[in-house]
């Protein structure tokens, strides 16, 4: 079945970055997309951007520019999402999901990750 | 950029009762809208997607409809497992991935 397997939870001081893996199983990785969304605490969904496993094209959520990168290994059928310069916001659960590749790019998402907590604390 | 509104933010309905959530887009997305339905402490799943595509093992009693700037998620008997957030959500046009704010079905 297709499966997204991600990471384990992080702690990370301010300032510093983590990156966050999401291995994929269970169909052909470079069909699709990846992408990465995260939810703080109580909130909702924010969307942080995708890449392409297809050529490696990313496209990232406006606010998130300069501070992530998305990268892909398809030896290893395995995403990764690098955030730096973390700050206390930052904290939330970050999922990876499988992101359909349609004609204008990202498509819907499907399945998740099981999500990995990312927090930032002093 | 084009925002996501979803309306209401929460809701209270009985056990069988028609439910409808509605997601309003700030500018014209043809049909790219998908649904995701998140239970408490659990990972998003995807319900619907082109605003009325039906993903394959989701309940029949979940139907979407819209087009351009007004959709809808219809849960046709509500069921007790049905208690979540749900999302909307617009994919496909710059800039490319926007969620709603979520609304919160409870059990009444």
């Known amino acids: 079945q297709v499966q997204l397997v991600q990471s384990g939870a992080e702690v990370k001081k301010p300032g510093a970055s983590v990156k966050v893996s999401c291995k994929a199983s269970?169909?052909?990785?470079?069909?699709?997309?990846i992408s990465w969304v995260r939810q703080a605490p109580g909130q909702g969904l924010e969307w942080m951007g995708w890449i392409s496993a297809y050529n490696g094209n990313t496209n990232y959520a406006q606010k998130l520019q300069g501070r992530v990168t998305m990268t892909t290994d398809t030896s290893t059928s395995t995403a990764y999402m690098e955030l730096r310069s973390l700050r206390s916001d930052d904290t939330a659960v970050y999922y990876c999901?499988?992101?359909?590749?349609?004609?204008?790019?990202?498509?819907?998402?499907?399945?998740w990750g099981q999500g990995t907590l990312v927090t930032v604390s002093s | 950029d084009i925002q996501m509104t979803q309306s209401p933010s929460s809701l209270s309905a009985s056990v069988g009762d028609r439910v409808t959530i509605t997601c309003r887009a700030s500018q014209g997305i043809s049909n790219y809208l998908a649904w995701y339905q998140q239970k408490p402490g659990k990972v998003p799943k995807l319900l619907i997607y082109?605003?009325?595509t039906l993903q394959s093992g989701v309940p029949s009693r979940f139907s979407g409809s819209g087009s351009g700037t007004d959709f809808t998620l219809t849960i046709s008997s509500l069921q007790p497992e049905d208690v979540a957030t749900y999302y909307c959500?617009?994919?496909?046009?710059?800039?490319?991935?926007?969620f709603g704010q979520g609304t919160k079905v409870e059990i009444k």
């Open positions: 082109a605003a009325s």
């Open positions: 999901a499988r992101a359909v590749i349609t004609f204008g790019g990202v498509g819907w998402f499907d399945p």
């Open positions: 269970g169909y052909t990785f470079t069909s699709y997309g």
């Open positions: 959500q617009k994919y496909n046009s710059a800039p490319r991935v926007t």
